[in-house]
Nanobody, 125 residues
Framework: QVQLVESGGGLVQAGGSLRLSCAAS????????VGWFRQAPGKEREFVSA????????NYADSVKGRFTIARDNAKNTIALQMNSLKPEDTAVYYC??????????????????WGQGTQVTVSS
C-alpha cells in the first residue's frame, strides 16, 4: 500500500501563497488518482482538487478554481498543490488522498483509499 505525507502548510496573510506537497512511499503515485481535501473546525471534509493518473485531467472545487493548481512530479513521486490568493476561508487541515480503483477523477472522499495525516493551513485576515 502507499503511504502519504503532506508538507508545506503554515500561516500566511490573506492574498498570500502556499505550496503543499504530498510525498508517497511504498508505491508509485502515478498508479493512483490523487486528491486534496480539507477540513475546517466544525465542518465536514470537503473536496479541493484531484488529478488523474496521467496528470492530464484535473478537477477543482468552485471555491478554489482559478486560485489553486494541482500538479504531478512523477520523478519525485509527489503531488503539489499551489495555492495563490489565499483567503481566510481557506483555513483548514489539508489532506492528500489516493484512489486506487476509480477510472475517473472523483470528488467524493469515500472513493479514496489512502490518506495522509494532514497539514494545517491558516490564512489570517
Amino acid at each position: 500500500q502507499v503511504q502519504l505525507v503532506e508538507s508545506g502548510g503554515g500561516l500566511v496573510q490573506a492574498g498570500g501563497s502556499l505550496r503543499l506537497s504530498c510525498a508517497a512511499s511504498g508505491r508509485t503515485l502515478s498508479n493512483y488518482i490523487v486528491g486534496w481535501f480539507r477540513q475546517a473546525p466544525g465542518k465536514e471534509r470537503e473536496f479541493v482538487s484531484a488529478i488523474s493518473r496521467s496528470g492530464i485531467i484535473t478537477n477543482y472545487a468552485d471555491s478554489v478554481k482559478g486560485r489553486f493548481t494541482i500538479a504531478r512530479d512523477n520523478a519525485k513521486n509527489t503531488i503539489a498543490l499551489q495555492m495563490n490568493s489565499l483567503k481566510p476561508e481557506d483555513t483548514a487541515v489539508y489532506y492528500c488522498a489516493a484512489d486506487s480503483s476509480s477510472s475517473a477523477v472523483r470528488s467524493t472522499y469515500r472513493n479514496y483509499d489512502y490518506w495522509g495525516q494532514g497539514t494545517q493551513v491558516t490564512v489570517s485576515s
